[in-house]
Protein backbone atom coordinates (compact mmCIF):
# COMPACT_ATOMS: atom_id res chain seq x y z
CA UNK A 1 0.00 0.00 0.00
CA UNK A 2 1.31 4.03 -0.51
CA UNK A 3 3.06 4.98 2.25
CA UNK A 4 0.52 7.05 4.23
CA UNK A 5 0.98 11.32 4.36
CA UNK A 6 1.84 12.40 8.16
CA UNK A 7 0.25 15.37 9.49
CA UNK A 8 2.77 18.19 9.93
CA UNK A 9 2.54 19.00 13.78
CA UNK A 10 3.01 22.84 13.12
CA UNK A 11 -0.59 22.31 11.19
CA UNK A 12 -1.96 20.47 13.95
CA UNK A 13 -1.06 22.66 16.36
CA UNK A 14 -2.62 25.13 14.10
CA UNK A 15 -6.02 23.46 14.14
CA UNK A 16 -5.67 22.68 17.58
CA UNK A 17 -5.39 26.33 18.66
CA UNK A 18 -7.76 27.55 16.61
CA UNK A 19 -10.62 24.46 17.69
CA UNK A 20 -9.85 25.71 21.73
CA UNK A 21 -10.20 29.03 20.64
CA UNK A 22 -13.82 28.49 19.57
CA UNK A 23 -14.26 25.78 22.43
CA UNK A 24 -13.71 28.91 24.62
CA UNK A 25 -15.18 31.61 22.99
CA UNK A 26 -18.38 29.48 23.32
CA UNK A 27 -17.68 28.49 26.63
CA UNK A 28 -16.79 32.00 28.20
CA UNK A 29 -18.62 35.07 26.06
CA UNK A 30 -16.41 37.79 26.97
CA UNK A 31 -13.18 36.06 25.81
CA UNK A 32 -14.74 36.56 22.35
CA UNK A 33 -15.70 40.28 23.23
CA UNK A 34 -11.53 40.20 24.14
CA UNK A 35 -10.61 39.16 21.30
CA UNK A 36 -12.25 41.79 19.13
CA UNK A 37 -10.64 44.42 22.10
CA UNK A 38 -7.65 43.28 21.14
CA UNK A 39 -7.34 43.21 17.35
CA UNK A 40 -9.19 46.50 17.54
CA UNK A 41 -5.95 47.89 19.18
CA UNK A 42 -3.52 45.90 17.58
CA UNK A 43 -5.10 47.75 14.07
CA UNK A 44 -4.95 51.16 15.44
CA UNK A 45 -1.12 50.67 17.11
CA UNK A 46 0.24 49.41 13.48
CA UNK A 47 -1.95 51.99 11.65
CA UNK A 48 -0.44 55.06 14.08
CA UNK A 49 3.04 53.32 15.10
CA UNK A 50 6.38 54.60 14.11
CA UNK A 51 8.36 52.21 16.12
CA UNK A 52 10.26 50.00 13.81
CA UNK A 53 10.04 46.77 16.24
CA UNK A 54 6.23 47.23 15.99
CA UNK A 55 6.10 48.17 12.64
CA UNK A 56 8.11 44.91 12.19
CA UNK A 57 4.99 43.02 13.16
CA UNK A 58 3.22 44.27 10.12
CA UNK A 59 5.17 42.52 8.09
CA UNK A 60 6.15 38.64 8.34
CA UNK A 61 4.21 38.21 11.25
CA UNK A 62 0.95 36.18 10.47
CA UNK A 63 1.64 34.76 13.90
CA UNK A 64 0.52 37.66 15.74
CA UNK A 65 -3.15 36.78 14.40
CA UNK A 66 -3.15 33.55 16.34
CA UNK A 67 -0.83 33.78 19.24
CA UNK A 68 -2.12 32.70 22.46
CA UNK A 69 -1.26 30.78 25.47
CA UNK A 70 -3.20 28.84 27.75
CA UNK A 71 -3.64 27.24 31.16
CA UNK A 72 -4.38 24.27 32.88
CA UNK A 73 -4.37 23.01 35.96
CA UNK A 74 -3.63 19.12 36.53
CA UNK A 75 -3.25 16.32 39.28
CA UNK A 76 -1.14 13.53 39.03
CA UNK A 77 2.13 12.51 37.69
CA UNK A 78 0.07 10.43 34.85
CA UNK A 79 -1.53 13.37 33.91
CA UNK A 80 1.22 15.24 33.44
CA UNK A 81 2.90 12.39 31.44
CA UNK A 82 0.02 11.77 29.41
CA UNK A 83 -0.47 15.24 28.30
CA UNK A 84 3.27 15.42 27.78
CA UNK A 85 2.09 13.44 24.97
CA UNK A 86 -0.66 14.96 23.89
CA UNK A 87 1.61 18.51 23.11
CA UNK A 88 4.38 16.21 21.58
CA UNK A 89 1.64 15.53 18.93
CA UNK A 90 1.80 19.00 18.34
CA UNK A 91 5.06 20.21 18.68
CA UNK A 92 4.96 21.67 22.23
CA UNK A 93 7.80 20.55 24.55
CA UNK A 94 8.11 21.42 28.02
CA UNK A 95 10.19 24.39 28.39
CA UNK A 96 11.53 26.02 31.84
CA UNK A 97 10.56 25.22 35.89
CA UNK A 98 7.90 27.74 38.20
CA UNK A 99 7.85 27.35 41.58
CA UNK A 100 4.88 27.88 42.56
CA UNK A 101 5.16 27.80 46.14
CA UNK A 102 6.21 31.07 47.13
CA UNK A 103 2.71 32.14 46.38
CA UNK A 104 1.18 29.41 48.65
CA UNK A 105 0.03 27.49 45.81
CA UNK A 106 1.05 23.41 46.53
CA UNK A 107 1.89 23.43 42.81
CA UNK A 108 4.77 23.34 40.20
CA UNK A 109 4.63 24.21 36.55
CA UNK A 110 6.82 24.02 33.55
CA UNK A 111 5.40 25.47 29.83
CA UNK A 112 4.85 23.24 26.78
CA UNK A 113 5.80 25.74 23.25
CA UNK A 114 7.60 24.98 20.33
CA UNK A 115 11.39 25.27 21.15
CA UNK A 116 12.71 26.03 17.23
CA UNK A 117 12.31 29.24 15.32
CA UNK A 118 10.42 28.04 12.72
CA UNK A 119 7.82 26.53 14.43
CA UNK A 120 7.56 29.50 16.47
CA UNK A 121 7.35 31.60 14.04
CA UNK A 122 4.58 29.83 12.59
CA UNK A 123 2.70 29.51 15.63
CA UNK A 124 4.03 30.10 19.20
CA UNK A 125 1.19 28.65 20.90
CA UNK A 126 1.88 27.96 24.90
CA UNK A 127 0.27 26.10 27.44
CA UNK A 128 1.65 27.08 31.18
CA UNK A 129 0.55 23.53 33.01
CA UNK A 130 0.96 23.31 36.53
CA UNK A 131 0.69 20.46 38.74
CA UNK A 132 -0.35 19.92 42.40
CA UNK A 133 2.13 18.60 44.54
CA UNK A 134 0.13 16.74 47.58
CA UNK A 135 3.13 16.79 49.80
CA UNK A 136 2.62 20.25 50.20
CA UNK A 137 -0.95 19.95 51.15
CA UNK A 138 -0.83 20.00 54.58
CA UNK A 139 -4.30 19.45 55.76
CA UNK A 140 -3.56 15.83 55.55
CA UNK A 141 -7.40 14.92 55.85
CA UNK A 142 -7.68 17.36 52.41
CA UNK A 143 -5.18 15.67 50.65
CA UNK A 144 -6.30 12.16 51.27
CA UNK A 145 -9.71 13.00 49.96
CA UNK A 146 -8.70 14.84 46.85
CA UNK A 147 -6.25 11.90 46.26
CA UNK A 148 -9.09 9.72 46.99
CA UNK A 149 -11.27 11.56 43.88
CA UNK A 150 -8.18 11.72 41.39
CA UNK A 151 -7.31 7.62 41.75
CA UNK A 152 -10.70 7.92 40.04
CA UNK A 153 -10.27 10.43 37.51
CA UNK A 154 -9.63 10.21 33.55
CA UNK A 155 -9.44 13.13 32.17
CA UNK A 156 -8.62 11.56 28.67
CA UNK A 157 -10.77 9.70 26.22
CA UNK A 158 -10.63 6.38 24.71
CA UNK A 159 -9.97 7.54 21.39
CA UNK A 160 -7.45 9.95 22.39
CA UNK A 161 -5.23 6.85 24.46
CA UNK A 162 -5.34 4.90 21.16
CA UNK A 163 -4.67 7.68 18.79
CA UNK A 164 -1.41 8.72 21.84
CA UNK A 165 -0.42 5.09 21.35
CA UNK A 166 -0.56 5.08 17.66
CA UNK A 167 1.42 8.37 17.82
CA UNK A 168 4.36 6.29 19.42
CA UNK A 169 4.22 3.19 17.04
CA UNK A 170 4.79 5.89 14.40
CA UNK A 171 8.16 7.84 15.91
CA UNK A 172 5.75 10.28 17.62
CA UNK A 173 3.82 11.38 13.99
CA UNK A 174 0.15 10.68 12.98
CA UNK A 175 -1.41 10.24 9.39
CA UNK A 176 -3.53 13.00 8.43
CA UNK A 177 -6.75 11.24 8.86
CA UNK A 178 -5.35 10.22 12.28
CA UNK A 179 -5.07 14.22 12.31
CA UNK A 180 -8.19 15.21 11.97
CA UNK A 181 -9.64 12.62 14.58
CA UNK A 182 -6.90 13.65 17.80
CA UNK A 183 -7.89 16.94 17.47
CA UNK A 184 -11.71 16.68 18.87
CA UNK A 185 -10.72 13.90 20.85
CA UNK A 186 -8.30 16.06 22.86
CA UNK A 187 -10.55 18.87 23.36
CA UNK A 188 -12.72 16.55 25.31
CA UNK A 189 -9.94 17.18 28.11
CA UNK A 190 -9.44 20.81 27.97
CA UNK A 191 -13.60 21.31 27.77
CA UNK A 192 -15.09 22.50 30.55
CA UNK A 193 -17.74 20.38 32.80
CA UNK A 194 -19.90 22.36 34.46
CA UNK A 195 -21.66 19.10 36.61
CA UNK A 196 -18.48 18.24 39.08
CA UNK A 197 -17.25 14.78 39.87
CA UNK A 198 -17.38 15.51 43.80
CA UNK A 199 -20.25 15.42 46.01
CA UNK A 200 -21.36 19.10 47.10
CA UNK A 201 -19.37 18.02 50.80
CA UNK A 202 -16.28 17.17 49.26
CA UNK A 203 -16.49 19.91 47.02
CA UNK A 204 -16.83 22.48 50.27
CA UNK A 205 -14.41 20.55 51.80
CA UNK A 206 -11.55 20.89 49.42
CA UNK A 207 -12.57 24.20 48.95
CA UNK A 208 -12.12 25.24 52.00
CA UNK A 209 -8.65 23.84 52.61
CA UNK A 210 -7.20 25.75 49.57
CA UNK A 211 -9.57 26.86 46.04
CA UNK A 212 -7.04 25.13 44.30
CA UNK A 213 -7.82 21.51 45.71
CA UNK A 214 -11.28 21.97 44.46
CA UNK A 215 -10.47 22.76 40.88
CA UNK A 216 -8.08 19.90 40.23
CA UNK A 217 -10.02 17.91 42.16
CA UNK A 218 -13.50 18.50 42.04
CA UNK A 219 -14.10 17.84 37.61
CA UNK A 220 -14.30 15.12 34.89
CA UNK A 221 -11.76 17.46 32.66
CA UNK A 222 -8.39 20.00 32.83
CA UNK A 223 -10.54 22.46 31.66
CA UNK A 224 -8.50 25.26 30.23
CA UNK A 225 -8.84 28.20 32.24
CA UNK A 226 -7.88 31.04 29.95
CA UNK A 227 -6.51 31.80 26.45
CA UNK A 228 -4.70 34.68 26.33
CA UNK A 229 -4.09 36.59 23.19
CA UNK A 230 -0.92 38.69 22.35
CA UNK A 231 -1.53 42.49 22.74
CA UNK A 232 0.90 45.00 20.71
CA UNK A 233 0.12 47.68 23.93
CA UNK A 234 -0.91 46.95 26.68
CA UNK A 235 -2.13 49.80 28.35
CA UNK A 236 -4.29 50.82 25.45
CA UNK A 237 -5.47 47.45 25.85
CA UNK A 238 -6.22 47.75 29.43
CA UNK A 239 -8.18 51.07 28.60
CA UNK A 240 -10.45 49.22 26.51
CA UNK A 241 -11.17 46.24 28.63
CA UNK A 242 -12.42 49.01 31.52
CA UNK A 243 -14.53 50.89 28.82
CA UNK A 244 -16.33 47.80 27.85
CA UNK A 245 -17.33 46.97 31.54
CA UNK A 246 -15.01 44.23 32.11
CA UNK A 247 -13.43 43.75 35.56
CA UNK A 248 -9.49 43.75 35.18
CA UNK A 249 -7.46 43.26 37.51
CA UNK A 250 -6.08 46.06 39.71
CA UNK A 251 -2.00 46.50 37.73
CA UNK A 252 -0.21 45.34 35.06
CA UNK A 253 2.46 42.37 36.18
CA UNK A 254 5.76 42.55 34.64
CA UNK A 255 8.53 44.93 34.04
CA UNK A 256 7.34 48.67 33.90
CA UNK A 257 6.74 50.55 30.17
CA UNK A 258 9.44 51.16 28.80
CA UNK A 259 10.93 51.95 25.33
CA UNK A 260 12.47 48.85 24.64
CA UNK A 261 9.85 46.26 26.05
CA UNK A 262 11.49 43.22 27.56
CA UNK A 263 9.87 39.77 28.71
CA UNK A 264 6.07 40.13 29.05
CA UNK A 265 3.89 42.34 30.96
CA UNK A 266 0.46 40.92 31.47
CA UNK A 267 -2.77 41.58 33.00
CA UNK A 268 -6.10 39.81 33.57
CA UNK A 269 -9.98 40.04 33.78
CA UNK A 270 -11.32 38.45 36.87
CA UNK A 271 -12.58 35.25 36.82
CA UNK A 272 -16.10 34.15 36.26
CA UNK A 273 -17.98 32.90 39.00
CA UNK A 274 -19.48 29.86 37.43
CA UNK A 275 -23.08 28.10 38.35
CA UNK A 276 -21.97 24.38 38.78
CA UNK A 277 -23.99 20.98 39.51
CA UNK A 278 -23.31 18.26 42.25
CA UNK A 279 -24.16 14.68 41.10
CA UNK A 280 -26.38 13.82 43.40
CA UNK A 281 -28.17 17.08 42.80
CA UNK A 282 -27.65 21.06 44.05
CA UNK A 283 -26.18 23.61 42.56
CA UNK A 284 -22.68 25.67 43.73
CA UNK A 285 -20.62 27.94 41.85
CA UNK A 286 -16.66 27.75 40.76
CA UNK A 287 -14.23 30.30 40.23
CA UNK A 288 -11.58 29.05 37.75
CA UNK A 289 -11.89 31.00 34.36
CA UNK A 290 -10.77 34.43 33.25
CA UNK A 291 -9.55 36.40 30.57
CA UNK A 292 -6.28 37.68 29.89
CA UNK A 293 -3.55 39.79 27.21
CA UNK A 294 -0.18 40.30 27.53
CA UNK A 295 2.52 42.48 26.00
CA UNK A 296 5.64 40.34 25.21
CA UNK A 297 9.06 42.01 25.19
CA UNK A 298 12.48 40.64 23.92
CA UNK A 299 14.21 37.58 25.68
CA UNK A 300 16.30 38.76 28.31
CA UNK A 301 20.11 36.51 28.88
CA UNK A 302 20.73 35.18 31.98
CA UNK A 303 22.17 38.41 33.49
CA UNK A 304 19.62 40.70 31.76
CA UNK A 305 16.88 38.14 34.30
CA UNK A 306 19.24 38.60 37.45
CA UNK A 307 19.08 42.33 36.76
CA UNK A 308 15.37 42.56 36.48
CA UNK A 309 14.97 40.22 39.39
CA UNK A 310 17.34 42.45 41.38
CA UNK A 311 14.91 45.58 40.50
CA UNK A 312 11.32 44.21 40.72
CA UNK A 313 13.04 42.83 44.36
CA UNK A 314 14.14 46.42 45.45
CA UNK A 315 10.45 47.69 44.12
CA UNK A 316 8.82 45.26 46.24
CA UNK A 317 10.98 46.18 49.21
CA UNK A 318 10.59 49.88 49.03
CA UNK A 319 7.07 49.48 48.61
CA UNK A 320 6.67 47.21 51.84
CA UNK A 321 9.17 49.70 53.20
CA UNK A 322 6.32 52.56 52.04
CA UNK A 323 3.27 50.87 53.93
CA UNK A 324 1.22 51.60 51.18
CA UNK A 325 1.35 47.87 49.84
CA UNK A 326 -2.07 47.61 49.59
CA UNK A 327 -2.25 50.76 47.03
CA UNK A 328 -1.70 49.18 43.09
CA UNK A 329 -0.07 52.27 42.24
CA UNK A 330 2.67 52.54 45.19
CA UNK A 331 4.60 49.27 43.21
CA UNK A 332 4.58 50.68 39.69
CA UNK A 333 6.25 53.41 40.99
CA UNK A 334 8.68 51.97 42.85
CA UNK A 335 9.11 49.72 39.48
CA UNK A 336 9.62 52.79 37.47
CA UNK A 337 11.88 54.25 39.64
CA UNK A 338 14.03 51.11 40.06
CA UNK A 339 14.29 50.30 36.23
CA UNK A 340 16.22 53.65 35.59
CA UNK A 341 18.81 51.42 36.36
CA UNK A 342 18.10 48.87 33.50
CA UNK A 343 19.07 50.36 29.71
CA UNK A 344 16.72 50.91 27.56
CA UNK A 345 18.10 51.75 24.30
CA UNK A 346 18.71 48.42 21.86
CA UNK A 347 22.32 48.74 21.37
CA UNK A 348 23.10 48.98 24.88
CA UNK A 349 21.11 45.93 25.90
CA UNK A 350 23.19 44.66 23.35
CA UNK A 351 26.70 45.74 24.33
CA UNK A 352 25.93 45.19 27.80
CA UNK A 353 24.53 41.10 26.60
CA UNK A 354 21.49 41.70 28.81
CA UNK A 355 18.89 40.76 25.60
CA UNK A 356 19.54 37.85 22.71
CA UNK A 357 18.94 38.65 19.42
CA UNK A 358 19.16 37.57 15.81
CA UNK A 359 21.06 38.46 13.26
CA UNK A 360 20.27 39.16 9.72
CA UNK A 361 22.23 40.07 6.97
CA UNK A 362 21.04 43.70 5.49
CA UNK A 363 20.38 44.24 1.14
CA UNK A 364 23.65 46.20 1.61
CA UNK A 365 25.06 43.19 3.28
CA UNK A 366 24.07 41.04 0.52
CA UNK A 367 24.81 43.24 -2.34
CA UNK A 368 28.83 44.24 -1.19
CA UNK A 369 31.36 42.45 -1.62
CA UNK A 370 33.36 41.19 1.37
CA UNK A 371 36.76 40.36 1.65
CA UNK A 372 37.28 37.00 2.77
CA UNK A 373 39.13 37.82 6.36
CA UNK A 374 37.56 37.00 9.39
CA UNK A 375 35.12 39.67 10.82
CA UNK A 376 33.76 40.62 14.08
CA UNK A 377 30.02 41.09 14.78
CA UNK A 378 30.43 44.43 15.84
CA UNK A 379 31.92 45.65 12.67
CA UNK A 380 29.75 44.32 10.49
CA UNK A 381 26.72 46.21 12.49
CA UNK A 382 28.85 49.11 12.39
CA UNK A 383 28.93 48.88 8.38
CA UNK A 384 25.71 47.86 8.35
CA UNK A 385 26.02 44.45 6.72
CA UNK A 386 24.16 43.18 9.34
CA UNK A 387 21.34 43.70 11.69
CA UNK A 388 20.36 42.99 15.23
CA UNK A 389 16.66 42.23 15.83
CA UNK A 390 15.83 41.47 19.57
CA UNK A 391 14.07 37.82 19.81
CA UNK A 392 11.12 37.73 21.42
CA UNK A 393 10.31 35.99 25.09
CA UNK A 394 8.34 32.96 24.55
CA UNK A 395 8.25 31.91 28.36
CA UNK A 396 6.16 33.19 31.76
CA UNK A 397 7.23 34.82 34.35
CA UNK A 398 6.73 32.97 37.89
CA UNK A 399 5.82 36.12 39.66
CA UNK A 400 3.45 37.22 37.22
CA UNK A 401 1.59 33.64 37.40
CA UNK A 402 1.63 33.53 40.75
CA UNK A 403 -0.45 36.89 41.15
CA UNK A 404 -2.47 36.13 38.23
CA UNK A 405 -2.80 32.94 40.27
CA UNK A 406 -4.11 34.85 43.38
CA UNK A 407 -6.51 37.31 41.85
CA UNK A 408 -8.57 34.77 40.47
CA UNK A 409 -8.36 32.54 43.91
CA UNK A 410 -10.46 33.02 46.83
CA UNK A 411 -7.65 35.23 48.01
CA UNK A 412 -7.66 34.46 51.84
CA UNK A 413 -5.69 31.22 51.41
CA UNK A 414 -2.86 31.66 49.27
CA UNK A 415 -1.45 35.41 51.52
CA UNK A 416 0.90 32.97 52.94
CA UNK A 417 3.80 31.53 50.27
CA UNK A 418 4.67 27.57 51.19
CA UNK A 419 8.23 26.88 52.45
CA UNK A 420 9.11 23.73 50.09
CA UNK A 421 12.19 23.64 48.05
CA UNK A 422 11.38 23.58 44.35
CA UNK A 423 11.36 20.13 43.34
CA UNK A 424 12.59 19.63 39.37
CA UNK A 425 13.43 16.57 39.47
CA UNK A 426 10.46 15.53 40.39
CA UNK A 427 8.80 17.10 37.84
CA UNK A 428 11.16 15.65 35.34
CA UNK A 429 10.15 12.12 36.58
CA UNK A 430 6.32 12.50 35.96
CA UNK A 431 7.13 14.12 32.64
CA UNK A 432 9.29 10.84 31.94
CA UNK A 433 11.53 13.58 29.74
CA UNK A 434 13.96 16.44 30.63
CA UNK A 435 12.66 20.02 30.89
CA UNK A 436 14.17 22.08 28.34
CA UNK A 437 16.28 25.03 29.32
CA UNK A 438 14.71 28.14 28.04
CA UNK A 439 18.26 30.17 28.08
CA UNK A 440 20.20 27.63 25.97
CA UNK A 441 17.00 27.97 23.44
CA UNK A 442 17.69 31.38 22.74
CA UNK A 443 21.04 31.25 22.95
CA UNK A 444 21.29 28.58 19.97
CA UNK A 445 18.40 30.53 17.89
CA UNK A 446 20.90 33.63 18.67
CA UNK A 447 24.02 31.33 17.26
CA UNK A 448 22.35 30.03 14.42
CA UNK A 449 21.58 33.22 13.25
CA UNK A 450 24.95 34.44 13.37
CA UNK A 451 26.23 31.02 11.57
CA UNK A 452 23.49 31.65 8.94
CA UNK A 453 24.80 35.34 8.11
CA UNK A 454 28.09 34.09 7.54
CA UNK A 455 27.13 31.76 5.08
CA UNK A 456 24.89 34.22 3.58
CA UNK A 457 27.85 37.15 3.51
CA UNK A 458 30.25 34.26 2.48
CA UNK A 459 32.51 35.43 5.58
CA UNK A 460 34.14 34.02 8.84
CA UNK A 461 32.42 35.71 11.39
CA UNK A 462 34.59 35.08 14.90
C1 LIG B 1 -1.94 29.88 35.46
C2 LIG B 1 -1.52 31.30 35.67
C3 LIG B 1 -0.22 31.59 34.95
C4 LIG B 1 0.42 33.31 33.19
O1 LIG B 1 0.10 33.91 32.15
O2 LIG B 1 1.39 33.67 33.88
C5 LIG B 1 -0.39 32.15 33.59
C6 LIG B 1 -3.21 29.48 36.15
O3 LIG B 1 -3.91 30.32 36.73
O4 LIG B 1 -3.50 28.27 36.08
O5 LIG B 1 -1.15 31.73 32.79
NI1 LIG C 1 -1.77 33.34 31.51
Known amino acids: SPSPSWADPDSLRTSFTLSMSAMYKSEVPL ?31 SRLDIERHGAIRLSTSHELR ?8 IGLYPVG ?71 DAQSGRLTESQGQKFIPAAMSTFRWAGTASASAADYQRLAAAHPILADVACFRSAHINHLTPRTLAI ?48 EGTHRARFGEIEERGAAVTREGRRLYDELLG ?18 DEQLARAFEKYPDDWTELRNRRLVYFIYRPTRNGIASPLSKRPYVLDELLGEEMVEAIPIT ?3 FLPLSAAGIFQSNLGAASTDQGLSAAPDVRGMEEALGTGLNDPDELYRDIEKASIAQCAETLGVVIQ
Open 97 to 167: YYDLAPAGLPMHATCFRPVDADALARNPFRVFTSVLRPELVHDVEARDLALGLLSERSIFSDELLHLLDLA
Open 314 to 331: EAMVATQRAAVGAMPTAL
Open 82 to 89: TIRRVFAV
Open 393 to 395: YED
Open 31 to 61: YGALLHIVSAVSAATLASSVDPHILALRHGS
Open 235 to 282: AAAQTAMISAGLRVKDRIEGPPVRSCPILLRQTSFLAVEERIHFPAGG
